[in-house]
């Protein structure tokens, strides 16, 4: 019986909580190793361990007693994951698939090999080779490793922007004229079975290139829809995913498709599924992992999703009577994710309006953005 089983998830924030809501729903016996004691999953799992997913030991002893593993975030030591995989514990999604995900070249080789549209890049072990790359400009430079919500990425207009640029090992790619920003979330299970939620179209925060917000069904054509849906899966085809990956691409003012980035993971860009979907990418992924049938990922809503992110100081009261007035409209949906400290900009939540016509969602969303920004 499925709720025998003991799950681990390796991170500890809000979409391991978020993945809890839905493990709950199958009975399931989760775990969580995650090094910040006051992350998100704390308070909802009675089985919180203390250590480093990234920490080869901490992951060892965290798994040895699971029968599956699954992540929540691409930091985790694979080593470990391959031995717990050798002595029976199962894991999704593969200690391979992490690796190609953790270092954007590595990512983007891969695509290449496959055979998948992406923009052009070129790696560069520290910021004492970029002059060699002056011709290439203007450019988006992207650190290998660790970077995420719009951490690791800047912009090289000029020469004279090489000064702050990172001093370790980044890809330096080709801008791409983009006219819009889309994310497809695909599933797969073990027998092959691919399944794609609607394309998103995603609208970011240019200063700190963090998504804004998003809305659902994308502003596309049905056979750009269709293109980037079927891009996805081919994706998720040559990875070998089992679970749940978030595709991000761009569209050019040309109408080419080009894959940005990978998330093998539930995303930020699928949050809508919660309300806006038969099934949620949280209750897909869960569903995934145990063996189970996929969920029907069929859109019952039209939705706009918008971040939630953590204000200056001086803010911080006006962002929760702004709350209080958003609560009060319609088919609008809060989650707050229980962070108890966090940056500027750091993700704090997010609302989700849903509609019968994406036009009034949108509408709506006009004043809960201001509210936010006010």
Known sequence: MIEDLKVGILGGGQLGAMLLRYAIDFGLDVSILEKDEKAPCARYTSSFHLGDPMSYKDVMKFGKNMDIITIEKEAVNTDALKDLRDVGVKVYPSPETIEIIQDKYVQKQFLIENNIPVANGWLVTDKAELPQH?????????????????????????????????????????????????????SRNEDGIIECYDPVMMIFDNERMILDFQMCPADIDTQTAAKAC???????????????????????TNGKLYVNELAPRPHNSGHHTIEANVTSQFEQHIRLILGLPPGNTKTKKASVMVNILEPAAYRKNTISEALKTIL????????????????????????????????QALAKSVMIRHLLKA
């Open 134 to 186: 002056s011709e290439k400009l203007p450019a988006c430079l992207k650190k290998c490793k660790d970077g995420y919500d719009g951490k690791g990425v800047l912009m090289l207009k000029t020469v004279e922007d090489f000064s702050k640029a990172f001093d370790q090992p980044s890809v330096l790619e080709e801008l791409v004229d983009v006219r819009h920003e889309l994310s497809v979330i695909v």
């Open 230 to 252: 079927n891009l996805a899966a081919s994706v998720a085809e040559a990875i070998d995913l089992t679970g749940i990956m978030a595709v991000e691409m761009f569209i050019a």
């Open 328 to 359: 009060c409209t319609n088919d609008v949906h809060l989650h707050w994710y229980g962070k108890t400290r966090g940056k500027e900009g750091r993700k704090m939540g997010h609302v989700t309006i849903t509609d019968d016509k994406l036009e």
